[in-house]
């Protein structure tokens, strides 16, 4: 008979063997999402014996994670800046990155009206909005599917009235002016696509896919961004985009531009003011 955790260490090399990052880790959520427990409590049950009934719908999730997709698609849900939200293939998988980004934006203070481009499944828009009770927060993207995802997970947090979704490209249909515009859009160029990792590959190519040289959707927002913006702005951006978008922004004649390193000290993020 197995148990939770003879099937922790089978799956863990299985895992290895197929080249899944952080082995361990993931079969660890698996199974506590297939028994409806907390991941840490599983380690209060490695005696349990599991039967066909919890082993049958693992072991088709085990080998999903196995052919490469990502686990919060299996899980259907991804944590982000310690709040649930719901993840499926209508919207990137927010990233580790980007919750550094929002936190940086939140240590800067407050901002009456916010602006988030690109919300996809509505990450930075919710966070800012649940930490930022007098904001008024409204958030575009160009996908339909991105955008009923966002709005679930707003349903989700409790925010639906406080955060208002809006199908535009780029700033299109945007009217107002905000005192932060935040976003973090498509850089990647197109050819480097094909090289990502396998997991990547499962988010829509329309959330990663920045052009050729993956600038061309920041050198068609940058100044659509400066008609609007009375205030702060922030950028998450390629690592390899400082120079190119600092001299981008100059020209635009936003100021104080500022690049901030994420924690493995790359510079993926970049701060300025207009106005
Ligand atoms: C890198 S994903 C980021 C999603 C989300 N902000 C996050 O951080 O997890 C970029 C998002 O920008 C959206 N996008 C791409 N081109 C766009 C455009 N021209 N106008 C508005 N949104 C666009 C994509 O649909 C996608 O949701």
Same mark, same amino acid.
């Given at each position: 008979?197995?148990?939770?955790?003879?099937?922790?260490?089978?799956?863990?090399?299985?895992?290895?063997?197929?080249?899944?990052?952080?082995?361990?880790?993931?079969?660890?959520?698996?199974?506590?999402?297939?028994?409806?427990?907390?991941?840490?409590?599983?380690?209060?049950?490695?005696?349990?014996?599991?039967?066909?009934?919890?082993?049958?719908?693992?072991?088709?999730?085990?080998?999903?994670?196995?052919?490469?997709?990502?686990?919060?698609?299996?899980?259907?849900?991804?944590?982000?800046?310690?709040?649930?939200?719901?993840?499926?293939?209508?919207?990137?998988?927010?990233?580790?990155?980007?919750?550094?980004?929002?936190?940086?934006?939140?240590?800067?203070?407050?901002?009456?009206?916010?602006?988030?481009?690109?919300?996809?499944?509505?990450?930075?828009?919710?966070?800012?909005?649940?930490?930022?009770?007098?904001?008024?927060?409204?958030?575009?993207?160009?996908?339909?599917?991105?955008?009923?995802?966002?709005?679930?997970?707003?349903?989700?947090?409790?925010?639906?009235?406080?955060?208002?979704?809006?199908?535009?490209?780029?700033?299109?249909?945007?009217?107002?002016?905000?005192?932060?515009?935040?976003?973090?859009? &498509?850089?990647? /160029?197109?050819?480097?696509?094909?090289?990502? =990792?396998? #997991?990547?590959? $499962? @988010?829509?190519?329309? !959330? +990663?896919?920045?052009?050729?040289?993956?600038?061309?959707?920041?050198?068609?927002?940058? &100044?659509?961004? /400066?008609?609007?913006?009375?205030?702060?702005? =922030?950028? #998450?951006?390629? $690592? @390899?985009?400082?120079? !190119? +978008?600092?001299?981008?922004?100059?020209?635009?004649?936003?100021?104080?531009?500022?690049?901030?390193?994420?924690?493995?000290?790359?510079?993926?993020?970049?701060?300025?003011?207009?106005?």
């Amino acid at each position: 008979m197995q148990n939770v955790l003879s099937v922790i260490q089978a799956s863990t090399l299985y895992f290895q063997k197929n080249g899944v990052e952080s082995p361990r880790l993931n079969i660890e959520h698996l199974l506590a999402h297939v028994l409806g427990k907390k991941r840490m409590e599983l380690y209060l049950e490695f005696d349990r014996p599991l039967g066909d009934a919890e082993l049958e719908p693992l072991r088709a999730l085990v080998r999903r994670r196995a052919g490469g997709e990502p686990l919060q698609h299996l899980l259907g849900t991804a944590e982000f800046h310690g709040r649930i939200f719901t993840c499926d293939k209508r919207a990137l998988i927010p990233r580790p990155e980007t919750e550094q980004f929002c936190e940086i934006v939140l240590a800067r203070g407050p901002a009456a009206r916010v602006l988030d481009v690109g919300t996809g499944s509505g990450v930075i828009a919710l966070t800012l909005a649940a930490a930022w009770p007098e904001a008024r927060v409204e958030a575009v993207d160009v996908s339909a599917d991105a955008l009923a995802l966002a709005r679930e997970n707003a349903a989700r947090l409790g925010l639906t009235e406080r955060v208002l979704f809006a199908q535009s490209d780029l700033l299109e249909s945007v009217t107002g002016e905000f005192d932060l515009i935040v976003a973090n859009l &498509p850089y990647i /160029a197109t050819a480097e696509i094909a090289q990502l =990792a396998r #997991e990547v590959r $499962h @988010d829509p190519l329309p !959330a +990663l896919d920045g052009g050729p040289r993956g600038l061309e959707i920041f050198e068609r927002f940058i &100044p659509q961004a /400066a008609r609007h913006l009375r205030g702060r702005f =922030a950028l #998450e951006i390629g $690592h @390899d985009q400082t120079a !190119a +978008l600092t001299e981008l922004l100059g020209a635009h004649n936003f100021q104080d531009i500022l690049p901030q390193t994420d924690y493995q000290g790359r510079n993926r993020f970049l701060f300025a003011n207009y106005g």
